[in-house]
């Protein structure tokens, strides 16, 4: 792996050749993780993993149209020929009158901000081993947990780097640290399996492993012996971990590609008011040693917080350079690059703010619901954001959390649901898209 100076030199080189090779405009960009992870599974070592990777990718522009290629070989031969064969491509395509680099004049110039993303440490493999044992033993010996999917710990570092060939270089390192646990609590047709896990840029930053575990098993035990729901009109209580997945259909139809392809259930919702004026929904890829965070974005703009939703309202799209042409519009500092291809959009840390109610005032004038712990299938329209996701969680009775529910659905309109919305007062930041607790009155509820 290259350091982020070496990158950000290896980019340069291969713009040279390509622009020697009879490119009018490029860019490139290089990629590199190493990682490594160790499983337990009832105590006893189960996997061990280390894995390398590393890329460098070119787009170039000649006569309109645009070719993208990339490479595992950093060697000078092999950024020779991948110059002339990018450049070659490009001539045999069609042209696109939205491709191109991100406007000069937008270009992030002055000094990126300082995210502190990269501890600069590498967990041994037997420091992840103890790690492992103990975030299982600590689910295990929760009282009703039988088995074990295994106790998980990992730790990694990666290398992005950027160059145009209109005069941006960047580059920046970030770490990764994670631990999770998987268990069975129950016997025979009866058993049900849950899990924890959190992640940090930082060592440091990870929480207490016997907590963590802990959760896996209580979450799991809760769930045993699940009961029924009956169909029809219900109010709904997403627990955090569930509640973010709405977030993210909201950025997904957001996006300034879906909105060019008129494929997105917010098409002409531009400033209207979506949610509750007490709702307002932030985007911040900024916030120091964040999941999310980073300092440029993929064509090389400089990235800022923004809220996406303000007081209820929808303040706008998300827009890579080729969606914002298309549109008449100026990108957002929100691209996004792979290994090789276009840019697309991406956001940076997402929260939803608080609310003023704990989560037991939030559903204590709840008659019947069910509050989701668990979410299944991938049942969205993104183009008339019909909701329909097999779940699982918790019958509300009398305004209290009771017994465990399986095998039901819930189903509505985002539209609706969005409008619908109340947020309680406990959000955490532990995952790249947070949010509080969040009830929303009638949803439709298939059982039996």
Not at 222 to 245: C, E, H, K, Q, T
Not at 275 to 304: Q, W
Not at 423 to 442: Q, Y
Request: proline share 5%; glycine share 12%; net charge negative.
């Amino acid at each position: 792996m290259l350091s982020p100076q070496d990158a950000s030199e290896r980019c340069e080189a291969l713009l040279r050749r390509a622009k020697a090779a009879g490119a009018e405009a490029g860019d490139t960009l290089y990629l590199a993780h190493a990682s490594q992870s160790v499983t337990v599974r009832l105590g006893a070592l189960e996997d061990v993993e280390r894995s390398e990777s590393e890329h460098i990718g070119l787009r170039v522009f000649v006569g309109g149209a645009s070719a993208s290629i990339g490479s595992t070989d950093l060697g000078d031969a092999a950024l020779d020929e991948l110059a002339q064969r990018a450049v070659a491509m490009a001539r045999l395509a069609p042209p696109d009158p939205f491709a191109g680099l991100a406007d000069e004049a937008l270009l992030l110039r002055e000094a990126p901000p300082e995210l502190d993303l990269d501890d600069g440490g590498e967990a041994e493999p037997q420091a992840l081993r103890r790690m492992a044992e103990s975030v299982e033993a600590a689910a295990l010996a929760v009282p009703g947990v039988t088995n074990s999917n295994g106790g998980s710990a990992s730790s990694g570092r990666s290398v992005f780097a950027l160059a145009t060939s209109h005069g941006f270089t960047g580059a920046y390192a970030a770490s990764s640290h994670g631990i999770s646990a998987g268990v069975v609590a129950g016997e025979g047709s009866t058993m049900q399996r849950d899990h924890a896990w959190r992640s940090a840029r930082h060592a440091a930053d990870l929480p207490g492993i016997e907590a963590i575990g802990r959760e896996a098993g209580e979450r799991a035990t809760r769930r045993l012996n699940p009961g029924r729901m009956r169909s029809g009109p219900i109010s709904v209580v997403f627990d955090p971990r569930v509640g973010a997945s709405l977030v993210g259909h909201l950025i997904a139809a957001m996006t300034g590609s879906s909105i060019a392809r008129r494929a997105s259930f917010l098409l002409d919702r531009d400033g209207a008011r979506l949610f509750d004026s007490a709702v307002t929904i932030r985007d911040n890829p900024h916030v120091r040693r964040g999941l999310r965070s980073r300092p440029f974005d993929g064509e090389g703009l400089a990235t800022a917080p923004r809220a996406l939703i303000d007081a209820g309202r929808l303040t706008g799209w998300l827009m890579d350079s080729a969606s914002a042409r298309q549109l008449g519009m100026a990108p957002t500092g929100h691209a996004a690059r792979g290994g090789s291809g276009a840019p697309h959009v991406t956001t940076g840390n997402v929260t939803l703010d608080p609310g003023a109610l704990t989560p037991a005032e939030l559903i204590a004038d709840i008659g019947e619901g069910v509050y989701v712990t668990e979410l299944i299938g991938s049942g969205v329209n993104g183009v008339t954001g019909d909701y329909s996701r097999g779940a699982t969680g918790f019958r509300i009775s009398g305004g209290v959390i009771g017994e465990p529910v399986a095998e039901f659905t819930v189903a509505g309109n985002l539209i609706d649901m969005f409008a619908a919305l109340i947020p309680a007062n406990d959000l955490e930041l532990i995952h790249g898209i947070d949010v509080p607790t969040l009830r929303i009155d009638g949803m439709i509820v298939a059982g039996d």
